[in-house]
């Protein structure tokens, strides 16, 4: 064979070679760079939460220099007009007076150790004099240290008695409507109804309290177990209110039988007949007032002297 024919094979073998060692390096290196980013990745995000919180570390050590409070500040816990209790000896009162203070804590974002601080700057009148009582009687320190449901505690306990609360639910159990719009009845069934957790435990017994408690032009077209919630037989209660005042605008009702205030009915004698409030005699059908003598025996009108 000639040198040429020898050398042929050679040429080919070195291309398939370089293109097998092209190819087996570029994976190499594409395997290579890929872990070589990821590693890079991790390695600046590492870096990245490391100064993040050396910077918040940094911020917090400060506040603590500077004295700055972690939550909110006074001022803007009484920019929301936080409200003020003046010392009533009212379980309603005392109670919706601590849900709103709380609900101020809430969305100031206020801390946990401001609470009784800020809570009781805003008592007033006696229940300023009975705090700082008993801020002597336990000491500053105490005071100081004290949580806000340990605070509600002695709070609730000289500002809503136990002899209160029982009578509040007897109030509860003997409520009927006289005279009340369905707002203002529904309202202190509510503000009652919170003080009878033990006696009213289901929302069916709420139904039956409520229907008792409304007035026989409401009751007559109500049935009560046909309800299953309070906020329903309140709202039918509402809607039968509407249409008896419509009753009384088109002349098919008398406004006096819409809600009937005690305090505005005349006293009847048994006659159905208004009778004087001191001595109890009819009125004279000539002068108006009630005495004795304005009528003669045959039923005429005796002259007035």
């Known amino acids: 064979m000639s040198k040429g024919n ?3 094979p050679v040429p080919t073998s070195t291309e398939q070679m370089k293109e097998i060692i092209a190819e087996e390096v570029g ?3 594409e395997g290579s760079l890929s872990g070589f980013i990821d590693k ?4 600046v995000l590492s870096l990245v939460e490391e100064r993040v919180k050396r910077l918040e570390d940094t911020v917090n050590l400060m506040k603590d220099k500077t004295g700055e409070r972690k939550g909110c500040s006074y001022k803007e816990f009484m920019a929301c007009k936080p409200p003020i209790y003046n010392g009533e000896v009212d379980p309603i009162i005392c109670q919706r007076w601590i849900s709103d203070v709380e609900g101020v804590f809430e969305r100031t974002h206020c801390d946990v150790g401001d609470f009784v601080a800020y809570g009781t700057g805003q008592l007033r009148n006696q229940a300023k004099d009975w705090w700082d009582n008993k801020k002597r009687e336990m000491g500053a320190e105490a005071a100081r240290v004290m949580t806000w449901d ?5 709070f609730l306990k000289h500002h809503s008695p136990k002899a209160v609360i029982n009578r509040i639910k007897e109030e509860f159990i003997q409520l009927r409507q006289k005279g009340e719009t369905i ?4 309202g202190i069934f509510m503000d009652k109804l919170r003080f009878c957790d033990e006696l009213v435990t289901t929302e069916e017994q709420k139904i039956y309290y409520y229907y008792n408690m409304l007035s026989a032009e409401y009751r007559e077209f109500m049935t009560p177990s046909k ?3 309070l906020t329903e037989i309140i709202n039918t209660a509402r809607e039968r209110e509407i249409e008896l005042k419509k009753q009384v605008e088109r002349g098919e009702r008398r406004t006096h039988d819409v809600n009937p205030s005690p305090t505005k009915k005349a006293r009847m004698g048994e006659s ?3 009778v004087d409030a001191k001595g109890g005699s009819p009125s004279c059908k000539v002068c108006g007032k009630g005495h004795k003598g304005g009528m ?3 039923g005429q009108a005796m002259p007035h002297m």
């Open 6 to 8: 020898n050398n042929d």
């Open 27 to 29: 994976k190499a290196i």
């Open 40 to 43: 890079i990745q991790s390695t």
């Open 150 to 154: 340990e605070f509600k505690v002695l």
């Open 183 to 186: 707002d203002k009845i529904t």
């Open 227 to 229: 309800y299953e919630t």
């Open 272 to 274: 159905g007949k208004r």
């Open 296 to 298: 003669s025996f045959q």
